[in-house]
């Protein structure tokens, strides 16, 4: 059973990042339709243009995984849903074009340019929002476009999850806006951001509370799991992370609020798959949709060990935009200290990586058995993890030559 079931947790995983990383681009987008104080506009283009496009690899991974592991399943969601797919599809390249094409084109063209990046902000992630709602009600039954073309995102469920994913991606952009504007020192746009994180955050939990009435309605087996069933820890910890984010957003306490934030997403799309355990469609269980056993196994390994690759390129991103390392002016007035750390640190990694390396090899080349060969594909799987950031230089990691 794990087996089958160890997939569909990669999905979620994948959407949960997809939600909060993807959702604040998307939010970013949402508030150049309401420049506020001078200045938002470039901030916010500024902020997400290092990791906009790894912010929307995991759209990728959630497809890929869905259609390699559950090909049933992505099948009848893929024509049943046909129609917003495509709109969701098309926003996401009207917007990738227009953010490509501001940088190079003349103050004339600039206004038609941010429309379309603004508006396909919006398109998106509310067409990606009735998706979920049209799979979450049951709308989708097993076979291809055996479900109704209209019906099966265009309902009241459908609709008050794309409005809940249109209003969380902008309460989780103002929150992280908030964070980089104080990081810079950029007081005014601290504050305005500051109000419409916790603008968007009380508006996103009245929806949330007001539509699971809508969702009573609608749809009952989710109710009665989000409720009654598996799903009430997942919501009870989202409505506590998003209480607590109001609480220290209203404090000024924006770091500890990007993890809130984060976690208060997460926890409804882990609520849902929790709520709707075991069905996968209507008609259609987890264990059944699954694909044969060697396809299965394939899918795991690719992804652990692509996991092994892509969250240490990933985590040394986001490091490197946090910490300012994109920008000239915060790298020049960085601080000095931490002399011991920054020297040491690259050394430890080399060692351990070589270590990895040595023993990977051995284990690989030198063993028989089955458990060897596993120990020594793990250590170079490691060497590749640890090796990755001890050999970039020293001036990319912010670390300081010996001298």
Known sequence: MLLQVLPLVFVLVGLAFYAVLGGADFGAGFWQLFPGAEGSRDFARHAIGPVWEANHVWLIFCLTVMW???????????????????????????????????????????????????????????????????????????????????????????????????????????????ADAARHGESALEEAFRR?????????GAIAVGGIAVVRSDSHPLYHGL?????????????????????LVWRRRYEPARLTAALAVTSIIAGWGLAQWPVLLRGLTVEQAAAPHD?????????????????PSLALLFALVLRGRFDPAARAA??????????????????????????????????????????????????????????????????????
């Open 68 to 178: 390699t592991a559950y090909p049933t399943a992505f099948g009848a969601i893929a024509s049943t849903l046909s129609i917003p797919l495509f709109i969701a599809a098309i926003g996401i390249i009207l917007r990738g074009t227009a953010y490509a094409l501001r940088s190079a084109s003349d103050s004339d063209e600039l206004r038609p340019i941010d429309s379309v990046f603004s508006l396909s902000s919006v398109l998106t992630p509310f067409a990606l929002g009735t998706v979920v709602g049209g799979i979450a009600s049951r709308r989708v039954p097993v076979g291809n476009a055996a479900g109704h073309i209209v019906s099966s995102w265009l309902n009241p469920t459908s609709i008050l999850i794309g409005v809940l994913a249109v209003v969380a991606s902008a309460y989780m952009a103002a929150v992280f806006l908030s």
């Open 334 to 403: 960085e601080p000095a200290g931490g002399e011991v750390l920054a020297v040491s640190a690259p050394g430890m990694l080399g060692r351990l990586a070589v270590a990895l390396l040595v023993a990977g090899v051995g284990f690989t080349t030198v063993g028989d058995s089955a458990w060897a060969h596993a120990i020594g594909v793990t250590a170079l799987l490691g060497f590749v993890a640890v090796g990755f950031p001890a050999a970039l230089p020293p001036e990319i990691m912010g670390r300081r030559q010996r001298r």
């Open 196 to 204: 419409r994180a916790l603008g968007a955050g009380v508006l996103a």
């Open 227 to 247: 409720v009654h069933g598996k799903g009430v820890p997942a919501l009870a910890v989202s409505i506590v992370a998003g209480i607590g984010t109001l609480a």
């Open 295 to 311: 396809t299965l196994v394939a899918v795991i390994v690719a992804v652990l060990a692509g996991g092994v690759l892509l969250f």
